[in-house]
């Protein structure tokens, strides 16, 4: 998907801040996902696909995501904050 390309509204996340908690809601879902014995519904734009396709998909996807994050010590090093090692 091009970037920009706005996402459905059903689909947007709401901000939330506590990192554990996150943390613990993504592992969850990742066991929930592999754990899941039948079909996957058809993707929202891809449509159906094969087992295989999903978990490459979902690889993808989550590394998009997780390469917006920013240890703590490197966001306030970029704020000028105080840093811990």
Known sequence: MPAGVPIPG????EPRGDAAACAARLRSAIRTFTEHPG???PHPF???MPRNA???WHLIHMSHHLSFLV???NAARSRGGPTTP
């Open 39 to 41: 079909a996957y519904h």
């Open 71 to 73: 240890p703590a010590s």
């Open 46 to 48: 891809f449509g159906r």
């Open 54 to 56: 999903w978990h490459r």
């Open 10 to 13: 059903d689909y947007a996340p």
